[in-house]
Nanobody
């Protein structure tokens, strides 16, 4: 059974940085597509960043140049480095995995494994 466990969320002031981690257990996911999504209160869950099995990444326009997605296959861990955080980045952040297919995109319905989320709060 695949388990995704996020960590690294917290409260930070605008302009600050956080690094989220997602530890995967139950499967070696080096050939999977992985992504980060976020959901603010009363809003739809939206894709933030995705990385495919070859390490190619894509980002939502709202985070380009500020967020970086990466993964360490040896540690089975996905990361999201978030810099220059803004109050509008406040949300619950979720790690997601897509298998056996791999679109590498930001469409939430492509992903069939999800973590429980970690809260990020950015104050102005």
């Amino acid at each position: 059974q695949v388990q995704l466990v996020e960590s690294g969320g917290g409260s930070v002031q605008a302009g600050g940085s956080l690094r989220l981690s997602c530890a995967a257990a139950g499967h070696t996911y080096s050939r999977w597509c992985m992504a980060w999504f976020r959901q603010a209160p009363d809003k739809e869950r939206e894709g933030v960043a995705a990385i495919d099995s070859d390490g190619r990444s894509r980002y939502a326009d709202s985070v380009k140049g500020r967020f970086t997605i990466s993964k360490d296959n040896a540690k089975n861990t996905l990361y999201l480095q978030m810099n220059s955080l803004k109050p509008e980045d406040t949300a619950m952040y979720y790690c997601a995995a897509e298998s056996p297919s791999c679109s590498g995109g930001l469409w939430k319905y492509s992903y069939n494994f999800w973590g429980q989320g970690t809260q990020v709060t950015v104050s102005s």
